[in-house]
């Protein structure tokens, strides 16, 4: 981990530290891992009421020029075609080997302009993998840009009174908009199950965008402890951990990332990296899946720990763990054996060398409420 004076920060470093903000080094950034209230706390408060993050870490990227569908479809198992102008897609940079590099959001802002955003430890990685295969688009990262994510069911009525056009987007769609004359990109995403908004601005207006949106009482800070619990519950993976270059979006259950026309049979079937795997994989399925767990007791079962079978042998790993606030119950993700990826299935987990009974669940969690309309 690089020293505190080689972090980065964002423009909101000063505001988190008045806040209260506890500060820890992730992704090479100074960021706020949670406030005086408590994860748990934050959590529910995201749940109940209006959370708003501190995302500017993440990359923002905007790929263009002619033939930019065609380029970024060598690269992702999507059909980018299909997407109307301000739609959205999630979608994953796979590798050779059917493993998956990055995930990211690519949302079409013009015919042959896409909005990328990807993770922070791997947008250095990103730009350079854009312009090693497409080196016929215009690749800029747009490191002018903050992000802040709007999180939670009050979400929507600041923006109906900040930015109408903006409220009546359904999920992965965005807008261009105006809030209190800062222009921004709106987008109706996010990364914690809720319905909520992602709000791309100028660094110049991000303190008083954020000024703004903290005038509401009910909008709070949030930081990346409640971020985790909540991507948890709605079942969301972190790459990094529970999906890597060494899984393919089948293994991790996001078979459903993959355009049914980039399908065998499909009319632009194949063409992107690890095809050949990924796609034989979905016919024939894979060897191990992502699953979720419910935990019993109290204490979580925290990533790494091995996953055994009624016998003691080790079958699989947790990639994801922790206590769920909403559940009030420890939760988990973990690969196991196809074969034991049925919900319900009777496992355990290995913690300081205890077996703790976990059972699988279907995924999501907690009830995913994005707005569809």
């Known amino acids: 981990m690089p020293d505190n004076c080689d972090l980065k920060q964002t423009c909101f470093y000063d505001y988190h530290l008045a806040a209260g903000g506890k500060m820890v080094p992730f992704a090479g950034y100074q960021m706020p891992v949670q406030y005086p209230d408590g994860i748990m706390q934050e959590h529910l408060h995201c749940r109940e009421q209006a959370g708003l993050f501190d995302v500017s870490h993440m990359g923002q990227i905007l790929v263009q020029g002619q033939g930019a569908v065609q380029g970024l479809e060598r690269l992702v198992p999507v059909d980018l075609d299909a997407l109307a102008i301000n739609q959205q897609t999630y979608a994953t940079f796979t590798t050779e080997s059917g493993g998956i590099s990055d995930d990211l959001i690519i949302t079409r802002w013009a015919e042959n302009s896409f909005f990328l955003v990807v993770n922070a430890a791997c947008k250095v990685q990103d730009l350079a993998h854009l312009r090693q295969h497409l080196p016929e688009l215009e690749i800029n990262p747009l490191e002018d840009r903050q992000l802040l994510a709007l999180q939670g069911p009050r979400a929507k009525e600041v ?9 009546s987007l359904v999920f992965m769609h ?36 954020a000024d703004l949106l903290l005038a509401y009482p009910y909008v709070s800070w949030i930081g990346l402890g409640a971020r985790d619990s909540l991507r948890l519950e709605a079942g969301l993976c972190l790459f990094g951990h529970d999906m890597d270059e060494q899984t393919t979006p089948i293994e991790a259950s996001i078979a459903w990332s993959i355009s049914q026309s980039r399908r065998a049979g499909g009319d632009k079937a194949g063409g992107f990296l690890g095809a050949d795997i990924i796609l034989d994989q979905l016919g ?10 419910v935990v019993d007791g109290r204490a979580p079962v925290r990533e790494g720990a ?35 990826s049925t919900v319900g299935t009777q496992l355990q987990a290995m913690v300081r060398g205890k077996a703790r009974p976990i059972t699988v669940a279907k995924l999501p969690l907690v009830q995913q409420r994005y707005f569809r309309g």
């Open 306 to 340: 091995d996953i055994v079978d009624q016998q003691g042998a080790v079958v699989g790993q947790i990639t994801s763990g922790g206590f769920g606030p909403s559940v009030q119950a420890p939760i988990a993700m973990g690969y196991v054996p196809t074969e034991l």
């Open 159 to 167: 923006i109906a009174e900040l930015a109408p056009e903006a409220n």
């Open 174 to 209: 965005g807008c261009h908009a105006s809030l209190n004359g800062m222009d921004c990109y709106i987008t109706r995403s996010g990364y914690t199950g809720e319905d909520g908004f992602e709000i791309s601005i100028a660094a110049s207006d991000g303190i008083a965008i």
């Open 284 to 293: 024939n399925g894979a060897a191990k899946k992502r699953v979720g767990f």
